[in-house]
């Protein structure tokens, strides 16, 4: 899996630099940028804005709200000035992305308050490359940014898009920007941060389909992961992911965590859910730990901390999963966790845990 941090950043500032030097002799107040009502002007000051409060928030490590500080050019700053300055907070991305630590969440208003590493030069790149966009638009220039920094971008932030076949297009019809033969266009867009569920000695942090298809594929999904980990029914779990991303379908939310012990960063297991609710608000639920880390109540706490969560929303009414009869250490999990048996076959167990509403059950499913 290809990383996204500080290199991506500097890769995608570089090549917009490289057209805006081009047309800096142009009067970039006079034109409006593409669709936007900005200014071309406008439109570049925001790149190098966003930049540097991005910087700001990692190296900060600003958890409570944006610091409280913006970018303003010196009177007189003409248009070369003002790429010399997205060339300059481009750099301090790049380089509070490189040394922010993993575990890091900065905040971020959308869409839940926070964002790692990833995110914030995911982010950071996406601004650049649809602004640029849209600054050569009005400026009547091309520009076509490499397709895997799209495809990059797509698969972190943009997890509810189908990829389709060419990613410079899909990613302006994401933002917004563009029309694609098979999709109706967009009017409104946000781009998805993974979510992250705190517990008491583990985080439970979503899995983008980027690193869905790293897990696939046999690597790490960007984890440190404890010996013997992740388990088969992590990898498993990865490739529904990836088949629900390639098929447009995959939402955020109801996808699949890997779960982090906060001591030492290292993951030690996966949990998550096989799908949105059904019609009638049901949903399936499963996980998985490393053997190695088993025995010591992790799957009993992230499931606790994923169940208080979701019993609180209004879409899920059961989450459910079976557990196989000769599974006696998942049993023990789901019992210590308040699941009551509620239905058995020959072969498994059905629990259920009923929370704040009457109406939601939810059932569990291996260790």
Same mark, same amino acid.
């Given at each position: 899996m290809r990383g996204m941090g500080g290199d991506q950043v500097q890769e995608a500032v570089a090549g917009a630099v490289a057209l805006l030097r081009t047309v800096t002799g142009r009067d970039?107040?006079?034109?409006?940028?593409?669709?936007?009502?900005?200014?071309?002007?406008?439109?570049?000051?925001?790149?190098?804005?966003?930049? @540097?409060?991005? =910087?700001?928030?990692?190296?900060?490590? =600003?958890?409570?709200?944006?610091?409280?500080?913006?970018?303003v050019m010196d009177?007189?700053?003409?248009?070369?000035?003002? $790429?010399? $300055? @997205?060339?300059? %907070?481009? =750099?301090?991305?790049? =380089?509070? $992305?490189? %040394?922010?630590p993993r575990e890091l969440r900065a905040f971020h208003p959308y869409p839940f308050r926070g964002a790692g590493r990833e995110g914030f030069a995911a982010m950071g790149v996406t601004e650049v490359l649809v602004h640029t966009h849209d600054i050569a638009q009005g400026l009547g220039v091309a520009y076509e940014p490499p397709a895997e920094l799209c495809e990059d971008v797509l698969a972190r932030i943009f997890p509810q898009v189908r990829p389709g076949q060419a990613p410079w297009p899909t990613l302006l019809w994401a933002t917004g920007r563009g029309e694609l033969p098979d999709r109706a266009p967009l009017t409104e867009w946000r781009?998805?941060?993974?979510? $992250? @569920?705190?517990?008491?000695?583990?985080?439970?942090?979503?899995?983008?389909?980027?690193?869905?298809?790293?897990?696939?594929?046999?690597?790490?999904?960007g984890f440190r992961w404890i010996e013997g980990g992740p388990f088969e029914g992590t990898r498993d779990a990865a490739g529904m992911i990836v088949k629900g991303y390639e098929a447009g379908v995959h939402r955020p939310e109801w996808g699949m965590f890997v779960l982090v012990r906060t001591a030492d960063g290292l993951a030690v297991g996966g949990m998550g859910f096989h799908g949105v609710p059904d019609e009638e608000g049901r949903a399936e639920v499963g996980y998985d730990l490393a053997e190695n880390a088993r025995g010591h109540g992790y799957a009993t706490e992230a499931l606790g901390a994923l169940a208080a969560r979701y019993l609180a929303r209004d879409d899920a009414k059961v989450l459910f999963a079976v557990i196989d009869r000769d599974n006696a250490a998942s049993q023990r999990v789901v019992a210590r966790a308040g699941f009551t048996r509620v239905i058995e076959d020959a072969d498994q167990y059905a629990y259920e845990l009923a929370g704040p509403h009457p109406a939601l059950r939810v059932y569990a499913r291996e260790d």
């Open positions: 970039w107040d006079a034109v409006r940028a593409g669709r936007l009502e900005w200014s071309c002007r406008r439109t570049a000051e925001h790149i190098a804005s966003d930049l @540097i409060a991005y =910087a700001g928030q990692l190296a900060g490590r =600003a958890t409570g709200a944006y610091l409280p500080f913006e970018i009177d007189g700053t003409d248009a070369a000035g003002v $790429v010399d $300055v @997205i060339e300059a %907070t481009g =750099a301090l991305l790049a =380089a509070a $992305v490189r %040394t922010a781009w998805s941060n993974n979510l $992250v @569920i705190k517990a008491e000695r583990l985080t439970l942090q979503g899995v983008t389909p980027a690193a869905a298809a790293d897990l696939l594929m046999g690597g790490t999904g």
